[in-house]
């Protein structure tokens, strides 16, 4: 990491008082499309129940990405997920392992309505990869629920672009 998290108490405002996805957020805020880059995949299996409540053995897929602006490709956060296989539709897990799309705007446009929750625990640290020199200003792990279920475990580490979409208040 490049130096230690900072969590800028705006961006953790201005998040919590979005009613739409992270995806959206930064669409609209920054008034491009974005995409996710520099994705990786890899099918695993639960070790044990973790916050999604999975039994051991079900299926899962680990994603890593970079959320970049669709025109400027200024990096505005990495992220890592964890998405429980069995729970989502088919479509989805497809489109996310071969597909550009955010998670956000996948779940959004098979009509899944997603309730998030922070996770406790101290921040995460360790940051997946992004451009040199990047500095993360908001780290967090949330459970993303459907109807009530767990679908997803999503850990965010906010890059400093994102501060500049706070100013167009």
């Not at 890899?42 to 973790?50: K, V």
């Not at 400027?72 to 597909?99: C, K, N």
């Not at 792990?141 to 994102?162: D, H, K, N, P």
């Amino acid at each position: 990491m490049n130096g230690p998290v900072r969590t800028d108490p705006g961006l953790q405002a201005a998040l919590a008082a979005y009613p739409g996805s992270v995806t959206a957020f930064l669409e609209e805020r920054s008034g491009e499309p974005v995409v996710a880059t520099g994705r990786r995949h890899r099918s695993l299996t639960a070790d044990g129940p973790g916050p999604l409540g999975l039994e051991p053995g079900a299926p899962m897929v680990e994603r890593a990405a970079l959320l970049c602006g669709g025109r400027s490709g200024r990096p505005y956060l990495a992220a890592t997920s964890l998405l429980a296989v069995g729970r989502l539709p088919a479509e989805v897990i497809e489109r996310l392992a071969t597909g550009p799309e955010p998670i956000g705007r996948v779940l959004a446009e098979h009509g899944l309505g997603v309730a998030r929750t922070p996770l406790s625990g101290p921040p995460p640290t360790a940051v997946p990869p992004r451009p040199d020199g990047d500095t993360v200003v908001l780290a967090r792990t949330q459970l993303l629920t459907v109807a009530g279920v767990a679908v997803v475990v999503v850990t965010e580490w906010f890059l400093s672009a994102v501060l500049a979409l706070l100013d167009s208040d």
